[in-house]
């Protein structure tokens, strides 16, 4: 079994930064590196995205593109959020995000992966040759990532009903994929448009 871990400390309350981990397509936009891609697809949303909730998991990893479902495992606001594998082609995968206070307005979220490749002795090299040191940089990226979106501006959407959250993927998927923040941009762009030419 191999783990990547890495951790960050973010400049905003533990309840910012959790709020933003709770919803899994989030991070998947911030690990768009060359040579490391992640996509995830909510396919049955609990109460919360909490426990139960199943979700698609798309990978690109230094070319090697591997998909796999999720579900939720554990949920504890503010505290710590778990899934695993159902169905895939790991032989185990699994990932928890924790979160800790560090006062009023400072965290650390600490992203854990442990996974067992497919592949019998060909996994094992080629975890060693290319896919650990893939998911490594690319969850070091994100959380850094993650890291300035959360300190720069603030106005993540941080709570969103699911009538939205639903509209909000629709136009996802109309825009070819595109990340969510940049969907938001686009969204926000027509608003303004629209109210200056009444």
């Avoid at 930064?17 to 995830?40: C, I, N």
């Avoid at 094992?124 to 940089?137: G, H, P």
Wanted: one cysteine or more; charged letters at 30%.
């Amino acid at each position: 079994m191999a783990t990547v871990r890495r951790s960050i400390e973010v400049k905003v309350p533990v309840g910012t930064v959790f709020t933003y981990f709770a919803r899994p397509e989030h991070v998947s936009d911030q690990m768009t590196d060359k040579g490391v891609g992640m996509t995830v697809i909510p396919m049955d949303i609990k109460e919360g995205m909490g426990v139960g909730t199943t979700f698609r998991i798309i990978g690109d990893f230094g070319g090697k593109r591997l998909e796999w479902d999720c579900e939720t495992t554990e949920f504890e606001r503010e505290r710590r959020i778990s899934a695993r594998q159902i169905d895939g082609p790991f032989k185990r995968w699994e990932i928890s995000t924790e979160f800790e206070s560090l006062g009023e307005d400072r965290s650390r979220v600490t992203m854990t992966v442990e996974y067992d490749m497919p592949f019998g002795p060909l996994g094992t090299i080629l975890d060693k040759a290319k896919f650990a040191r893939s998911a490594e940089r690319g969850m070091e990226t994100a959380l850094y990532k993650v890291r300035g979106l959360l300190e720069g501006n603030g106005s993540i959407p941080v709570y969103i009903t699911l009538d939205a959250y639903q509209r909000l993927l629709a136009e996802k998927k109309k825009m070819g994929n595109a990340p969510v923040s940049m969907v938001l941009n686009a969204i926000l762009d027509r608003h303004a448009r629209a109210e200056i030419a009444q």
